[in-house]
């Protein structure tokens, strides 16, 4: 079974552009969350989808949004980049709606802002 | 107050050597417990998770929840050089409804010296 993909793995752009990731969960898996992980401040919850709807919500300005298809792949969009921008952005997918302790992890958007 | 901190280590440790990670968590409500290892470059994968206080043991790794002390432990036995990595623990966010948000720590980065 194919895991987590999550595309491009590297991306590098310039302060003010914005930016598309790209996360294909596992087949099946209904459930997409997405992540920021800085060297400072860790792995912090940006959102969550589920069936096409957003059910949750982190504490990330609104430049910060997500999509989730009929398929379940879903997409994250940061517009007006900021130096601060620059992280790891992970997506983890898992089969069941809630609670589910089987999230599984692609390998990352490394996204550089210069 | 940050609802999961995590000693940051990093931690350098000889081949063989009993390995200790730990983290504190605020909400007395969480009740499940995860571990994940992150590899360099790669998503992090669940390494185990427990419920509740007690103790959970699998091959080399054994996770121990103190709920009376909102502590909780991650330790690894005769620690191979495969070990190295970094070691987040994460507790699934069910306060408010439907979610599989997870709370993560700021990890441990762990190196086994051969």
């Known amino acids: 079974k194919a895991g987590v993909t999550q595309t491009p793995r590297y991306l590098i752009k310039t302060r003010g552009q914005q930016v598309t990731l790209s996360c294909s969960p596992i087949?099946?898996?209904?459930?997409v969350s997405w992540y920021q992980q800085t060297p400072g401040q860790g792995l912090q919850f940006l959102f969550e989808?589920?069936?096409?709807?957003?059910?949750n919500k982190g504490n990330f300005p609104g430049r910060f949004s997500g999509r989730q298809f009929s398929n379940s792949r879903s997409e994250m969009n940061v517009s007006t980049l900021e130096l601060g921008d620059s992280a790891l952005y992970l997506c983890?997918?898992?089969?069941?709606?809630?609670?589910?302790?089987?999230?599984?992890f692609g390998p990352g958007t490394r996204l550089t802002v210069t | 107050q940050k609802e999961v901190e995590q000693d940051p280590g990093p931690l350098s440790v000889p081949e063989g050597a009993i390995v200790s990670l730990n983290c504190t968590y605020s909400?007395?409500?969480?009740?499940?417990f995860m571990w994940y290892r992150q590899y360099s470059r790669k998503g992090p994968e669940l390494l185990m998770y427990?419920?509740?206080?007690g103790n959970k043991e699998d091959g080399r790794f054994t996770a121990q929840v103190d709920k009376s002390s909102k502590y909780i432990s991650l330790f690894i036995r005769d620690s191979q050089p495969s070990d190295s990595a970094t070691y987040l623990c994460?507790?699934?966010?069910?306060?408010?409804?439907?979610?599989?948000?997870?709370?993560f720590g700021t990890g441990t980065l762990l190196a086994v010296q051969p």
């Open positions: 983890a997918s898992s089969l069941s709606g809630q609670g589910s302790y089987e999230q599984y």
């Open positions: 087949s099946g898996h209904r459930s």
């Open positions: 989808y589920f069936s096409e709807t957003q059910r």
């Open positions: 909400n007395s409500a969480f009740q499940y």
């Open positions: 427990t419920y509740s206080s």
């Open positions: 994460a507790i699934p966010d069910f306060y408010g409804g439907a979610t599989n948000k997870l709370i």
